[in-house]
T-cell receptor, first 111, second 112 residues
Framework: DADVTQTPRNRITKTGKRIMLECSQTKGHDRMYWYRQDPGLGLRLIYYSFDVKDINKGEISDGYSVSRQAQAKFSLSLESAIPNQTALYFC??????????FGPGTRLTVL | LAKTTQPISMDSYEGQEVNITCSHNNIATNDYITWYQQFPSQGPRFIIQGYKTKVTNEVASLFIPADRKSSTLSLPRVSLSDTAVYYCLVGDNSNSGYALNFGKGTSLLVTP
């Protein structure tokens, strides 16, 4: 089984809908991250969490919220989706070192 | 927060050695240099990490000069499957600065 899983893998939704993307990990890591990637661009950090009680904004947090339900789970929510949030979303985890382990990604399309 | 600069794209033929250089002039004393590889529609994958001098593993080598203001990822004898985007990150594990640095990376195209 994969160490970092993301659900759903693909999602098409309409403008104004609330969407939740979920991430689970079995690596036992304390640190979890959410990134988005747009075509031809690198990854941009949305939110990150260094432990269950820690939530921090990244570079582009506006329009997003997160929940760290447990060490193994980190969810990303779009309260009211808009078309420019159409992107590929990645969850990642890391231990105290700098190696991040990425999930397979969620492709989100907002119509 | 150390800023990194790397070429947008590079081309190579199969079997050649490829060197991708990353500039990080304001690297801090505690910062490490880490490289990732990303294939289309997949998450990035860790390749190699170093602090100074040279690091080698089964996939690549990382050369870091004494002043640590740049680093070079070396891929020996590339194959078509090495076509990917390569990211250079600089930071330490005490804060999120490291995680902010993916940028656009270097897109490597390997052709026959």
């Amino acid at each position: 089984d994969a160490d970092v899983t993301q659900t759903p893998r693909n999602r098409i939704t309409k403008t104004g809908k609330r969407i939740m993307l979920e991430c689970s990990q079995t690596k036992g890591h304390d640190r979890m991250y959410w990134y988005r990637q747009d075509p031809g661009l690198g990854l941009r950090l949305i939110y990150y969490s260094f432990d269950v009680k820690d939530i921090n904004k990244g570079e582009i947090s506006d329009g997003y919220s997160v929940s760290r339900q447990a060490q193994a789970k980190f969810s990303l929510s779009l309260e009211s989706a808009i078309p420019n949030q159409t992107a590929l979303y990645f969850c990642a985890t890391s231990d105290l070192d700098l190696e991040q382990f990425f999930g397979p990604g969620t492709r989100l399309t907002v119509l | 927060l150390a800023k990194t600069t790397q070429p947008i794209s590079m081309d190579s033929y199969e079997g050649q050695e490829v060197n991708i250089t990353c500039s990080h002039n304001n690297i801090a004393t505690n910062d490490y240099i880490t490289w990732y590889q990303q294939f289309p529609s997949q998450g990035p994958r860790f390749i190699i990490q170093g602090y100074k001098t040279k690091v080698t593993n089964e996939v690549a080598s990382l050369f870091i000069p004494a002043d640590r203001k740049s680093s070079t990822l070396s891929l020996p004898r590339v194959s078509l499957s090495d076509t990917a985007v390569y990211y250079c990150l600089v930071g330490d594990n005490s804060n999120s600065g490291y995680a902010l640095n993916f940028g656009k990376g270097t897109s490597l195209l390997v052709t026959p």
